[in-house]
């Protein structure tokens, strides 16, 4: 039997070893990556990783809870919340040089097309254009044409600019655009059929039409593209590797038995 990520949440709800056991193996690996992405300064903060694994264990009401069992792009984004929002917590961003707030930038940006603000906001997630471009699906001399015309456009709105400006302001942008959420905002299954291919051209247009507009939807498209990218990372961690990450949470380690079966041994 193939053991889930519908699995993992139910069992770690219930407080079971097993759960604990496939989260640790499973996601410390995305957990650091997250960290070493977005905070390189940090990469190899072995405290930090510790520290966000032990809030995890004690709050499991805010990740676990929440969740009726849910595909794992969805537990991505939440886990992406959390990791990002510790890390932040205990060591701020430091103000940008220029600052830019999403008013400015929808304005600016407004003659883009969908995908060319897309990969412009994934430069506030701090990927350049090889990773945009596979998540768009794009050429990367696409992705970096729509940066430039961007950078260009922004330019002009701006007193002060640089052409780094929408990388350097991308934890403002993003926690603006999280507050921006309308009614009419889009459910996660919207973005995920067109990302997997299953939208028709009638939902994809009617979705377009919103979105286009609305910089809180663009994020939640792009951080389900990004949950993508995470749902494929290869890393997982063996035994001997996840036994600390247990015991620092109080979890005994579970018979080699359970290792076998989660690693279809």
């Known amino acids: 039997?193939?053991?889930?990520?519908?699995?993992?949440?139910?069992?770690?709800?219930?407080?079971?070893?097993?759960?604990?056991?496939?989260?640790?193996?499973r996601y410390v690996p995305v957990l650091g990556w997250l960290i070493g992405h977005y905070f390189p300064s940090r990469k190899n903060d072995a405290a930090l990783v510790e520290r966000i694994l032990v809030s995890l264990r004690a709050s499991t009401a805010s990740l676990f809870d929440s969740f009726d069992p849910a595909p794992e792009r969805h537990f991505l984004l939440a886990l992406r919340a959390r990791v990002l929002g510790?890390?932040?917590?205990?060591?701020?961003?430091?103000?940008?040089?220029?600052?830019?707030?999403?008013?400015t930038l929808a304005e600016a940006l407004a003659p883009l097309t969908l995908t060319e603000k897309q990969a412009v906001w994934l430069e506030t997630m701090s990927?350049?254009?090889?990773?945009?471009?596979?998540?768009?699906?794009?050429?990367?001399?696409?992705?970096?044409?729509?940066?430039e015309r961007a950078a260009e456009m922004l330019r002009v709105k701006m007193s002060s600019w640089r052409r780094s400006v929408?990388?350097?302001?991308?934890?403002?942008?993003?926690?603006?655009?999280?507050?921006?959420?309308?009614?009419?905002?889009?459910?996660?299954?919207?973005?995920?059929?067109?990302?997997?291919?299953?939208?028709?051209?009638?939902?994809?247009?009617?979705?377009?039409?919103?979105?286009?507009?609305?910089?809180?939807?663009?994020?939640?498209?792009?951080?389900?593209?990004?949950?993508?990218?995470?749902?494929?990372?290869?890393?997982?961690?063996?035994?001997?590797e996840?036994?600390?990450?247990?015991?620092?949470?109080?979890?005994?380690?579970?018979?080699?038995a359970f290792w076998k079966k989660l690693r279809g041994k």
């Open 127 to 147: 990927y350049d254009e090889q990773p945009t471009s596979r998540m768009l699906k794009m050429a990367p001399d696409t992705a970096v044409r729509a940066r």
């Open 86 to 103: 510790e890390a932040e917590r205990d060591r701020g961003t430091p103000p940008a040089e220029c600052p830019l707030d999403l008013e």
């Open 242 to 256: 996840a036994d600390p990450y247990l015991k620092l949470l109080g979890i005994e380690p579970e018979p080699r």
């Open 1 to 25: 039997m193939i053991y889930t990520c519908y699995d993992m949440i139910r069992d770690c709800r219930e407080g079971k070893r097993e759960g604990w056991a496939y989260f640790v193996s």
């Open 166 to 240: 929408v990388a350097d302001n991308g934890a403002v942008l993003i926690g603006e655009a999280l507050k921006a959420r309308t009614a009419d905002c889009l459910p996660a299954k919207a973005f995920l059929d067109i990302i997997d291919g299953r939208a028709t051209w009638s939902n994809r247009g009617q979705m377009e039409r919103h979105v286009n507009s609305c910089w809180h939807c663009i994020d939640h498209f792009c951080r389900l593209r990004e949950a993508s990218v995470l749902r494929d990372l290869p890393n997982q961690l063996s035994e001997a």
